[in-house]
């Protein structure tokens, strides 16, 4: 699976080096987390590495993002409009059913290959349009395959509640749809604010599964803490359970024997965390012993 850099300074190692390429992310989080500021770091990235870039807006106009990208540093942006590297698409107070089944297939026509970077924010009114979870499915799961075939894509959504759990109805649908989703959580206090960032999933990719912290810094935006995660490069786990394996080659299939060897060499000393080797070694040779 090839990477991308997110573009967000801290979380590539805790993705297993980037955002998988062609791939859907979603981040969720409440008024203020950073979602959008999220959202134009990716797109940014993806123009300084020569990609182009797509920011789709079901929300705010396209001014009030480009104002926010500049106050936060990223004056830039005007250039890559005037060079038309970056496009911005405007659904904001559209009847969202027919943007995405009429309108969107035509512009993914002419962008389709084109590898860019698409951020799609929020995707909220959409779930907000119809009160039909069938139809609020359809129309998210349609919308972020047509938007694959021009590219990687990351949207944001809003989380309401306030209970930071990701149990609110609006969250479930794009969760199950996306394959990565990253959860901001962000809790004021008094005298200030409480930040984390947590990967809940990411398809295909090794990834940290702790909570954590994160600044929103003029001129860097997003900036994450790696904290207590390890990225793991050590093998020496999986080479000694090969080993095992090798000792009782006769005994298990040969295509089951190519398959395990090459689970094996993709896994990391961290994969196993408090797993004993030793008794998932004994598991499988139990699996095929008597055949």
């Not at 295509?255 to 030793?278: G, H, P, T, Y």
Request: hydrophobic share 35%; proline share 3%; charged share 30%.
């Amino acid at each position: 699976m090839k990477k991308i850099k997110s573009g967000i300074y801290g979380l590539n190692e805790l993705l297993d080096g980037g955002i998988n390429e062609n791939s859907t992310t979603v981040v969720i989080g409440s008024s203020g987390a950073g979602k959008t500021t999220f959202a134009t770091q990716f797109i940014r990235r993806g123009l300084e590495g020569g990609q182009e870039g797509i920011f789709v807006s079901l929300d705010e106009n396209k001014e009030q993002i480009i104002r926010e990208a500049v106050e936060m540093g990223w004056s830039e942006i005007l250039e890559y409009l005037d060079k038309e590297l970056l496009v911005f698409i405007d659904a904001s107070g559209r009847e969202f059913s027919t943007f995405i089944k009429k309108e969107l297939p035509a512009f993914v026509s002419d962008w389709g290959g084109s590898r860019a970077r698409i951020a799609i924010d929020p995707l909220t009114p959409v779930m907000w349009s119809t009160k039909d979870p069938y139809e609020q499915r359809d129309l998210i799961s349609f919308m972020l395959k047509e938007m694959r075939k021009v590219g990687t894509v990351l949207s944001t959504l809003e989380e309401h509640g306030g209970t930071g759990d990701l149990s609110g109805t609006e969250t479930i649908i794009p969760m199950y749809l996306a394959d990565c989703v990253i959860h901001l959580r962000y809790i004021p206090l008094e005298g200030g604010v409480s930040r984390t960032m947590k990967i809940v999933k990411c398809r295909s990719s090794r990834h940290s599964e702790l909570s954590h912290p994160y600044y929103i810094m003029k001129g860097l935006g997003l900036v994450v803490e790696k904290g207590d995660f390890e990225k793991g490069t050590t093998d020496k786990i999986p080479q000694e359970m090969k080993k095992k394996l090798l000792e009782k080659k006769s005994d298990i299939p040969p295509q089951v024997f190519s398959r395990l060897e090459k689970a094996l060499d993709e896994l990391k000393d961290v994969d196993f965390k408090d797993m004993k080797a030793s008794n998932l070694i004994e598991s499988i040779l139990n699996e095929y012993s008597g055949e």
